[in-house]
Each structure stands twice: as C-alpha cells, then as structure tokens.
C-alpha cells in the first residue's frame, strides 16, 4: 500500500519538473530571440569591410613577434610580475571560496529531510552579500583602489582576489549542491552535526572537482592579471596597452605568446594534477576496500597490507610549489599590507567616497540606465549563446582519448584534438579587451562587437571546461553499448551527452553570470550597456555615476543568479 502511494506521488511529481525545464527551455529561447532583435541583425549597418586590413595585420604579427633580446628581457620580468600577482589574487580567491562555498551551499541552511524553508532567510542574505563583489569585474576594483594605494601591488592583489573570491564561492557552493546527498544524510540520521556531515560526507566527494575549478581559478588569475595592466598596475598587460596604442602587432605579439605559454603550463599541470589526483583517490578507495574484505573474511593466513598508498610525488611537488610560490611572489612583488591602514590611504579613500556618494544616475536618468542595464543582459546572452554553440562540440573533438589506441585513425584523431585545445588555449589566454579592439576593425560600435569578443573568449573558456567535465565522466556506460553492437556516435549521443548535458548547463549558466561582468571590460571599443557608461565615467572621474553604474550591474547579477539557481534546481 505504501509503495503504491509513494510511486502515485512520484508520478504526479514528474510531469511538473518535466514542464518546469520545457519553460526554462522556451524562456531562454525568447531571451536569445530578444538579444539578437536588440543587437541589431542588418549587415550593412554592421560590418566594416574596410577593416578586415587591420585584423589581416594583426594575426599576420602572430607568426612574427619581436625577439629583440631587449624585448625578451622585458617580456621575461613582465611575466615574472604577472605570474606573481596572478598566483597571490588567486590564494585570496580561494581562501574566500573555501569559507563562502559552504555558507553559499542550500545544504547547510536546509533541514535533515525535505526542501529548504527556514534557512532560506540566511541563504539568500548570504549569496546578497557575496553578489554585490561578485558584480564588480576585477577592473573596477583596480580603478577604485589605485585611487587609494596608487601604484602598489596591493591593488593587483585584492582586485583578483576579492572578487574571484566571490565567484569562487558560488562555483564551490553549486559543485557542493550537486554532490549526491546519500552519504551526509546517512551520517545525520547517526547523529552528528550538520555540518560536521557536511564536511565529511560531501566535501570529500567533490575534492576532484574542487581542485580542478582552483587550477582553472589560477589560470584566470593569470588572465585577469594581464587585463589589469588597463589600469596601470603593471606586468604583461600594462605592456600590450602601450603596444596597442602604437599599433605595434609584433610586440603585442611577443606579449601574447607569453601570456599563451604561461596559461597552456597551468592549464596542463591542472589536467596532471587531476588526473593523479583521481588515480591516487581510486588506489586509496581499493586498498580500504581490500582491508576492510580481509578483515570481514577473518582468513588468518590472509596478509592485509594496512600501510595504504604512500602518494604521488608530483601531487607532493605540486603542493610545494603551491606553498613555496606564495612567499616568493610575495617577497619578489615587495607587497606591504601596511599600506592598506596608511594615513594616506585613509586620507584618500575617504575623499574618494566622499566624491562618489550619494550615487547619481546623470544626465540620462534612471531610464536611461535601464536601457543600458538591459543592454548588458542581451549582450552577455548573446556571447553566451555564440561561445555555446561553439564550445559544446569543440569539447567532444578536443578531449582527451581514454585510450592509447594506435594507427592512422588514431593518430589524427589525437592531432586534430591537439589542435582544436590549442585553438581554445589561445581563444581563451588572448584578454577579451584585444579581441574586443580587433572585432572592433570590421564591426561597427554596438553590440555585436562586445559579444563577438566575449563569445570568443568564452568559447575557449567553456570548451576547457566543458572538456573536463568529459574526461572526468565515467566512460563505462558507453563502452558497454560499444559491446553490445552500438556504434560510436550511438554511444556518444545515448550514453555520454544525456550524461553531461546537465553539468553543461551549469557550466553555461555560469560563464553568462560572468560575462555580465565581462562586459564592463569591452566597453571600452564602445559597446553599448554599461560597460560604455562605465568607462566613460571613469574617464570623466564621475564617482558618484560610477557607483549608480556599479549598483545597476550588481542588482543585474542578482537577477542572473537567481535565475541560473532555479534552472539547476530544475536539472536536478
């Protein structure tokens, strides 16, 4: 009788879950509908043929930087100073994330059984808290801390690593929520506490995913570092602007494939770390299983090696390297943390918010910032929906084999793989503001030239990340229908998409929360919204409109974060 009512109740849950995500499917088809009416779609008002010279010059440069030895000696000590800010923001990113994943996760404020209704209070005034740095691109808070600490380190730093630290939180939040809830459950039903079941029943299950996203975190870190050289904090990105400005593609070069380099070595040493990672939990999950049956069987004469696996080494140099990096960037950049507490810092951040408070919305009013405001919205949509459409196939072709077939086949499938990451390496390591100044040569002002730029960007990105999530999925499911006479593309589409699409989406939603932010960088090739507003207030000192701009784009991310939460609830 029980079990009739329960899958009574089952059956009439179903087909609103089912309905739930054909709504989210069709709102996010008229979203994209709307974002591409918005942008504009007449060819002759927005193609510039007489601009294709320019972007022809410029990948041109890339097959000839300049390799003066003055030029290398400058891109050496540039890159020095840009791994080291990327390195020391990306250990106060993370520090962050791992306190505000758990306060951002719907398990820590929800109940032992059942969905969340007391604590949703606190879980929406935690993840208020942690939108509002979150809505500020990393440039902003370059901008408003050189006016205070001027030319120090420090703005670098805390420009990475607040509001990555922000991101990183909900990224670990949402990787946290979508552990399976079996083994917390279980221990509270023993009787501990929700959050020591918390930290031992889930963490543990997503310490791979966990220190995947650090290493990716890392290398943007290495990315943001550059595009704060906007703003003069030094390193390679200060360089490529004083390049650009002169138009001098050789040296923007010689930069670039510095930054290339730099994001290709920690983007494999994640992929290596991982993977070893992963072997290593596997071994210490079969060893404990092999004692745990010996001592069941009570068989005397069995020998039971309780010693375990003794680790991997390069885990172990990583995590010196790690170690070790933090204090030599830190002495290598000379950063004093006095500097945050000095007279004059006082002296100027209280000017500084004396100059931008109370905020005003200008000349235009506040109708005026809503349409920029929605600008936004449909820009980051359409890059979103462009580096979508790319990334997704991309990441199939360019993973990596789980095999080590061999023969001709193979081996081109295996180069053709190689070339295709290489493409996302450089899609995704070249900053969107110089993809945003080349689209700009054949593409009027408007929105399609931000969101060409961030679609490339963030082509390159999702199809990094969507690419792990692939080679993280169990591959069984798939070879099992292999076997059982199904072709590979058969197995492809029934086993591995249905498998991945979801954490696909979760990715997607993701990167459009992060493209709203992104958008503030290519405002500066005039693209509407208020990434245009925003630079043009800075230029113009406009603190008090900057920070109007500055709330407009944090109560946008709120509305994108909530709206991204309820589209993974309904993936669950």
Known sequence: MTTAVVSAAHRRATPPARWDRRGWLVAMVVVVGWSVSSAGVNPTELVNERGWSQVSQFFRAMFSPDLSPSMVELTIRETAVTVSFALLGAALALAIGLVGGVLLTERIWSPQHGPMTRGRPGWVTTRVLFALPRSMHEVVFGLLLVNILGLDPLVAILAIGIPFGAVTSKVFAELLDDVPIAAERNLRAAGAARLTAFVFGTVPQAVGDLVSYAFYRFECSLRSAAVLGIVGAGGLGFQLALSFQSLRYDQMWTFLWALIFISGAADRWSSVVRRRRDALAAEIHLDVRRNLDGRRDGDAGTVVDDSGPVGDRFLRLSALVCALGVPVAWWWLEVDVTNLWADRARQLAGELFSDAWPPTTGPGGFAELTTDAFDTVALAVL???????????????????????????????????????????????????????????????????????????????????????????????????????????????????????GRFVALGLYRWEVAIRETVIVGIVGTAGLGRRLDEQTSAFDYDGVVATILALFVVTLVVDFTSAGVRRSLR
């Open 383 to 501: 890059s979103l929906a462009m580096a979508f459409a790319v990334a997704s196939p991309l990441a199939f072709l360019a993973r990596r084999p789980a095999s080590r077939r061999r023969g001709p086949g193979a081996m081109i499938r295996r180069l053709a793989g190689l070339a295709l990451r290489f493409v996302m390496l450089v899609s995704r390591s070249v900053p969107p503001p110089v993809w945003a100044f080349v689209v700009v040569f054949v593409l009027f002002p408007g929105l399609w030239p931000g969101a060409v730029a961030l679609a490339i960007y963030n082509a390159g990105v999702l199809g990094r990340l969507q690419g792990e999530v692939l080679e993280n999925q169990d591959s069984r499911p798939a070879r099992t229908l292999v076997a059982g006479g199904a072709s590979a593309p058969g197995a492809l589409t029934f086993a591995t998409v249905p498998a991945v699409a």
